[in-house]
């Protein structure tokens, strides 16, 4: 069995040995443990369910220091960003508390018996139940809040489904730690003891989306990954949900009049949100649209100005180091484009990136340029005019966000712009960066093909957990056999929607 | 290029010629249709769908005497029941209208710009949009319901998306006169030509599965076909759902209380459901757990009785009456299986079929004996406890209901066998019959594989419309570019969530 190592990104040492990779008869150990599990989490109803995920908070809360440590030294990502991003996964697991204490999101309904146009209805009550166990696989580039205690995690559980993590090897070390407080969690609520379980290996990957113990998956990663896996899913005997968050170009434009009137400021704002985490952001802009005239230029200039000086980033891990390197080799050799700044080279030890700024022109847009290149650089693109732009926007591949950057007086402009970005994307952003994605009700972290494998819904925001969920309607059915939120007086209340009427 | 002619079931003859195969140039120009139509009916904006919706309740109203002829030369489900039929259909298209214009299935969400535990917020603003063309295939044996007018064109018209409907080879000219009303009524409120488009033939399906223009598939139909398109679909470049609605064997319990305080009913109702419209609804109960006791061999024999003395029925195509043919075979070879009645044999002509009822126990119930059956016939399956009751239910698959005959006395069975019904099946029927699916907002027509390829969702009530919708977010966005559901104050008001709070 292989040993799962933690590797410094800073040096590329192996620092430790964490876990041997979970093997055959562990990992089906563990999934009919999640199996075993689904109907006494489902019992501990949406106050103890609540109460598990703050208990979670708690735990992540009490260890903050020695998981920043850890994570640092396995991702490189800085402890001001990584102690940020564990206060947003304890947030993450609290809204989510709180959002099925509010209790909507089960979308309860009764249609009392009654005439109707088609003849007498029986007495129906649906809401959404749990799907059972959900496999999540971590993402590297957030150790934290896109891994095992983050939204894939958070989402599951408050469905009510047990889940399986699948470790990300970038960071084993983390996930380790990370999965200690969730199961002290777990056992400081009495929730039963496969709620969560944690493997480790790409073959014990593959094997957890085809074990038929495990009914959906979340995935964040490479597109790649994500297609194979996805593909595993579809081709069971019977399919599963595959809710891959994969590549993303994130196109942003910066209209004539922004460029002319803050030049300097967009520069800033775009070199800012690109090479922000080493560029190693899903919604990073890998496409920036500038009009082909004076201010346009401007602000190519100042980027290019700024690039130069930029140091080099650390990767997180050799794999991404060697992706990023093979990307901008493909953008660079891309029909048409051309390298306009490079920054300092790193120095030989870990993983390290120099930033870099390409550029092209819309008219000569290939599929090769438009590509995620997953890392510090980004790919100029000027436009000469409306049409020109609209033009290379079709052809750019779905993505999680679409940013405009435009003046408030060119309101005709960006009227006709704004159904090309929402056609092509999740989030439309106005006069803002891309990185960055608030956890809220009102999020969509999602996307058109090959954003996500399914733009139906979003990976971050309380929404996200409807991924985990079935509908099931009960009909004619005595109180003592429904649930409490589909009785006519629940113990803990909730909107419902009664013969057709939402009621708060 | 093959003709499609319309066949009369009742003599097996062929009455007409409808139309042609649709070839690969007409299919390819009738997607670009469907995808050039989807801005202006997006354009019609929630009312003006729910006008074309009531428009084409009104002209199919307005044909209904042709078309239930038709439908009745087509399929031989008699007028009554398609009188029904096209009532329902009428009144499914005008709920989903109501429904639009209340608003709530949108999902519209406002998050103020403020201060969070992770650093401020920006104004985020979410709600569901149309995916694109929608794929619609229509069912052999709801030649209206769940056909060209059907569940899956209303859902996705209801959405915002253009419809492009395969249509049944067992009823092209019910397809054909459907498809002029739904035309009519397109020209009348003035919505784009390419909103409804229909295509026949195998291989026009198969392709238009496959076009890029089609963003997702609705599906009514057998396990095969549909789990072949659903391949298709998923190993697209860029994959698309796939929503579709395959086989049910719909167990249905019968306790020992329930046996022994009414066996004559409940050998009645039973019968009255697995024969209705000659066994040909998706609801049909299919396995029928009887005790093991005097009162369910009397059960039993009441509905031996029964099925002796009932007319054969006629089913709805050749492949129809081959497939219950065959499917009988395997029940009747199925080992520890008997047949115990079969009615009397049709005639010669035609697609006849006889009634059939075999049996066998709960401790032999093999896999082969426990797939659907689709046409007059069911299996009852005799237990000899509750413990073997539910070990033979967890061996049954996935399904759209589950029905539960029981004295109200019988509390505890009934709890124990709830979890198991619901685990398999999208709806728990208690002391009634699955077959007949009200319209509603609390109903689910669908259930775990391979009821549907998708248990996420419903193909019958208001919730159905939301497999053909994606959410978006605009971030900081100017009124002029927000839809009118997103406006501080929109003109059609309709149930929104404000800063968190469900607001009705």
Redesign the interface.
């Known amino acids: 069995m292989t040993d799962i190592m933690s590797i410094d990104p800073r040096t590329g040492a192996a620092v430790e040995k964490v876990a041997a990779e979970t093997g055959e008869a562990e990992l089906d150990a563990a999934c009919r443990a999640a199996a075993a599990a689904a109907?006494g989490l489902a019992a501990l109803g949406r106050s103890g369910r609540a109460g598990l995920l703050r208990a979670m908070a708690a735990e992540l809360e009490a260890d903050r220091e020695a998981v920043v440590a850890v994570a640092d030294r396995e991702s490189a990502l800085g402890t001001a960003r990584l102690n940020?991003e564990l206060?947003?996964t304890?947030?993450q697991l609290e809204l989510f508390a709180?959002a099925i204490e509010?209790g909507?999101y089960l979308?309860a309904?009764?249609?009392r018996p009654g005439d109707?146009?088609?003849?007498p209805?029986?007495d129906?009550?649906?809401m959404l139940?749990p799907?059972g166990p959900v496999a999540v696989f971590g993402a590297s580039n957030f150790p934290l809040a896109f891994s095992v205690p983050g939204g894939d995690t958070a989402a599951a559980l408050a469905a009510g489904c047990p889940v399986l993590v699948k470790a990300h090897p970038a960071h084993p070390a983390t996930s380790q730690r990370c999965f200690g407080a969730l199961e002290r969690a777990v056992g400081k609520v009495g929730a039963p003891a496969g709620t969560i379980g944690l493997v480790h290996g790409t073959e014990a990957g593959a094997a957890l989306v085809s074990h038929p113990a495990v009914r959906a998956v979340g995935f964040t990663g490479s597109l790649r990954g994500g297609r194979a896996l996805?593909?595993i899913a579809?081709?069971r005997p019977?399919?599963i949900?595959f809710y891959g968050e994969m590549g993303s170009v994130n196109p942003l434009v910066v209209t004539p009049g922004a460029a002319a009137a803050r030049a300097q400021k967009v520069a800033e704002g775009v070199t800012g949100s690109f090479t922000l985490g080493a560029g190693q952001f899903c919604t990073k802009p890998g496409l920036v649209f500038l009009p082909d005239d004076e201010a346009g230029r401007a602000v190519a200039e100042h980027m290019t100005a700024a690039v130069s000086g930029l140091a080099p980033g650390v990767l997180l891990s050799e794999q991404v180091q060697g992706g990023y390197e093979a990307g901008a080799r493909r953008l660079a050799e891309a029909r048409g484009v051309r390298l306009l700044a490079e920054g300092p080279a790193p120095g030989a030890e870990g993983w390290g990136a120099p930033v870099r700024l390409l550029a092209t022109a819309a008219a000569e847009l290939t599929a090769e340029a438009a590509e995620e290149c997953f890392g510090p650089a980004t790919l100029l693109v000027t436009y000469r005019d409306p049409a020109e732009l609209a033009a290379a926007l079709e052809a750019v591949p779905?993505s999680l966000t679409a940013t405009l950057i435009a003046e408030?007086a060119e309101?005709a402009l960006?009227?006709e712009l704004?159904?090309v970005l929402?056609g092509k994307?999740?989030?439309?952003?106005?006069?803002?960066y891309p990185t960055g994605v608030?956890?809220?009700?009102?999020?969509?972290h999602?996307g058109?093909?090959?954003a996500t494998?399914?733009?139906?819904?979003?990976s971050v925001g309380v929404?996200s957990i409807r991924?985990f969920?079935?509908?099931?309607?009960?009909?004619?059915?005595?109180e003592?056999?429904l649930p409490d939120e589909l009785r006519e007086t629940p113990q803990e209340p909730l909107?419902r929607?009664i013969d057709?009427e939402?009621?708060?």
């Open positions: 109907d940020g206060t947003r304890r947030f709180d509010e909507s979308e309904t009764i249609d109707t146009a088609m003849g209805r029986p129906l009550r649906r139940v799907l996805y593909d579809s081709s019977e399919p949900p779905g408030d309101g960006v009227r704004e159904p929402r994307a999740g989030r439309v952003v106005y006069n803002g608030a956890v809220a009700w009102g999020m969509t999602g058109p093909w090959p494998t399914d733009a139906l819904h979003t929404t991924r969920l079935r509908p099931v309607t009960w009909q004619n059915a005595p003592t056999i909107p929607r057709g939402l009621r708060t």
